[in-house]
């Protein structure tokens, strides 16, 4: 008997292990979920919007490192997909997006809900086709899988309405091939001459992004034997403990002032597994190494003076075997006593909170998530203010960390805390977002109750679009638009059927944490913070206190 093509396509996905697809069923797209009705290999996971369904393929990538697939109808189902997959290409997440497409006759002639899909996808994704003959499916539905997984990219098939249900009849020939190209090194010379500017410098310093993730315990013995100090991009904190005596926290707007110091003053800087763009906070005069498993990426962004093709886990390795142990330097002791006093300031201005009003300071809500979670939870992050206070005071240890890095979309937490849950379902997944951030799409909160996946969500109210009314002040522009007017949040998390708390002063905000944490169903926790905190840099130039200044005078005057 005949296979249909929709049967062919699932078991391509089988075989390179896919076990969701978050989507939305619809009439140009039913023909090919049919199959998934009986089969048990491949859960279909219904979601509210179709762009919270691509976040959760996207994360559940970056959490895996396997193929996250996502599903939208033809027209508004496909549009509705793009954010999340732009927030995977740009986060080099493997993604696959499925869409439907009116009936064969009808492409062309402006029928309804009719998109051009492939011009649509054309820039996000690296393999973007239509299949329209039965004999394409296997080897069409092999490559997207394979292109994504190998170039770490997005890949789009589109499917006609009619052509899921039609007959293959030719003999059905699909393989995966394990992707090796991640365990790549640079020759032992290339290796030997890194080795050998480590030990000639006096101040190296690391400065690891989200490419360091799965190189962990190499990383920390390449910085614990030549004692160099390791500073993280934002996507790559986690690469290193917080606690580490070598840690210096991050880079950049939302970085550490010791991260800052220490890169401003080595004569060597390690680049390893980043792409990091901000060329103002790298060093002006010191050596430059960079190592990438791709090719292309060395050198992008920034002049190298060495360049290793490589992953990032042998390459290490591989390097913490060629350098010398080194004794205890000045640099490092300098920027150790740095990093100390600025940890300690920042608990200072977590817990400053006024003793008669209880004002909770949005710092505070990490500190206590620092001390509260486990080891090994998974923590999703949103864009905006709650990402300043969460990248600065939440201390990492072993824990799970997701945002949407190149992309920066609001929307992004809630969906990823609920994949990171489906990945690692043994483990405590918790969203943090802002009110802006969570409001874009919460009606995905239902879909964890649905599913019984118990997610927590700290979603920091102060009714503002905070990180805006900041970023217009640094401007000199007076306040506009950020105003929000916000539901009751733990209300809604009472009428959908899980958890609510609703905390306004800061001696409520442990004993709501620790109750929300332990609840085996979905929890919000809607925390209302000081809504005139301002996300400071490390550093402010004269210009942005300027800006701010301008703006603070303009309101007052109301000019």
Known sequence: MAKTVARVFWEVLASHGVEQVF???GDSIDLLLEPLAHDRRIQFVQVRHEEAGAFMASAWAKKTGRLGVCLGTAGPGAIHLLNGLYDAKLD???VLAITGQVGLPYIGTNFFQEVDTLGLFGHVALYNYQV?????IAVMADLACRQALAKRGVTH????????????????????IPNHALDCMPTPEILDQAAEWLNESERPVILAGRGALGAREELAALAETALIPVINTLPGKGVIRDDHPLAMGGLGLLGARPAHSAMEDCDLCLLLGTDYPYLEFLPKKARIIQIDWEASQIGKRHLVDLGLVGSARPTVDALRARVRPRPLTRFVERVQKERKEWLESM????????ADSGRIHPQLIAEQLSRLVEDDANIAVDVGNSLVWMSRNFRIRRQGWLVSAWLGSMGFALPAAIAAKIAQPQRRSVAVAGDGAFTMLMGDFVTSLKYDWPITVVVLNNRKLGMIKFEQEVHGIP???????NPDFAAYAEAAGGRGFRVEAARDLEGAFEEALACEKSTIVDVWVDPDEKPLPPRISFSQARGYAEAWFRETLGV
């Open 132 to 136: 329209t003959d039965p004999s394409q």
């Open 347 to 354: 608990v200072r201005l977590a817990e400053r909170g006024d």
């Open 23 to 25: 989507g939305i069923p």
């Open 92 to 94: 080099h997440a493997p």
């Open 479 to 485: 306040e506009f638009g950020t105003n929000l007017y």
């Open 157 to 176: 098939l589109s499917f006609p309405f009619e052509v899921p249900r039609m007959a293959v009849d030719i003999p059905v020939r699909h393989y995966s």
